[in-house]
């Protein structure tokens, strides 16, 4: 939708500059029609007289509507390129947004040119303006220069879960000025490139699903150890679909008031960095209990006066 809307502006646009380039088809009065051929003269640079026939405006319709099928085309390519793996798509959809400014630029100066408009001049108004606009815009230009910078450094993709500041979410698209991130609640974060700095990319690697959970302080540890490594394995039969390998007994982290802390580790992939946290408590849970090792908890004593 979004795209249909662009190429109705941009013939729009074109048709609106070829009609004031031909003053003659228009029902204004001779004064207004001589201003209106001082403008060609001074601004749109008409060559040779300036008259445009309903021929030239089919031709530079046909133009503009073959510069966005040949875009369409090549988008579809990229989209199919960029189906492989994670990397290939964030590097077609970086060059996806970068074609699609340069239709619009090829497409406005093609039509122009065939409606009589002098497109060199054009090109370097263009070019002008450009280099005017960038002294006002260099947040913009950082934008640009920092997205290449990412594609082409690996820094992250698209699909990688990454940490910015305090938010935690999936990278959706890297285009040439922003990024989108969208997190486990569906919200999305749009960060300009330039803006982004000191983030974490937590799919690199594997992630670390962590139990930490307490025993009381009459507990044999060698009979629990023999637990752990028995049972462990098992565990990791059930869910290979959350654990990348075989959970970890680390042993004893700590002594608290009223009890031993251990801590029980296993590697999983980023996304599932909750669920087999989740499940890895549940399961050393039921095995102590199983098992009849006590886990100690604040409980409350009452003393009745006689």
């Not at 492989?84 to 060059?95: F, G, K, L, W, Y």
């Not at 150890?225 to 990348?244: A, G, Q, R, S, T």
């Amino acid at each position: 939708m979004k795209q249909k809307k662009s190429i109705i502006w941009l013939v729009l646009s074109v048709l609106l500059i070829a009609l004031l380039a031909n003053p003659g088809i228009l029902p204004l009065s001779p004064a207004s029609k001589e201003s209106l051929r001082e403008l060609e003269k001074t601004h749109l640079l008409i060559q040779g007289s300036g008259k445009v026939t309903i021929a030239h405006f089919l031709t530079a319709l046909m133009a503009m509507l073959l510069v966005a099928a040949v875009y369409l085309v090549i988008k579809l390519i990229l989209d199919a390129i960029g189906n492989r793996n994670e990397h290939s798509r964030t590097v077609t959809t970086m060059i996806s947004s970068l074609l699609h400014y340069l239709a619009w630029i090829v497409a406005i100066v093609w039509g122009l040119t065939i409606l009589g408009v002098n497109a060199l001049t054009v090109l370097a108004g263009i070019g002008i303006l450009g280099l005017i606009l960038g002294f006002g815009a260099q947040s913009l230009i950082e934008d640009i220069i920092t997205g290449f910078f990412i594609i082409f450094e690996g820094q992250y993709g698209i699909g990688d879960i990454i940490i910015l500041d305090d938010f935690r979410g999936t990278v959706r698209s890297i285009g040439v000025r922003t990024t989108v991130i969208e997190d486990a609640g569906g919200n999305l974060k749009i960060v300009n490139n330039s803006d982004i700095r000191n983030l974490q990319n937590r799919s690199r690697n594997d992630s670390i699903a962590l139990c930490e959970i307490s025993v009381a302080y009459g507990t044999d540890l060698y009979e629990l150890d023999d637990i752990l490594n028995e049972n462990l394995p098992h565990i990791y039969e059930m869910h290979k679909d959350l654990f990348v390998e075989c959970p970890k007994y680390l042993g004893v982290d700590s002594f608290a008031d009223s009890g031993i802390n251990l801590k029980v580790i296993a590697k999983c992939r980023e996304q599932d960095v909750f669920a087999a946290k989740r499940m890895l408590n549940k399961e050393v849970k039921m095995l102590f209990d199983r098992t009849g090792i006590e886990i100690p908890f604040p409980q409350v004593v009452l003393h009745q006066g006689e």
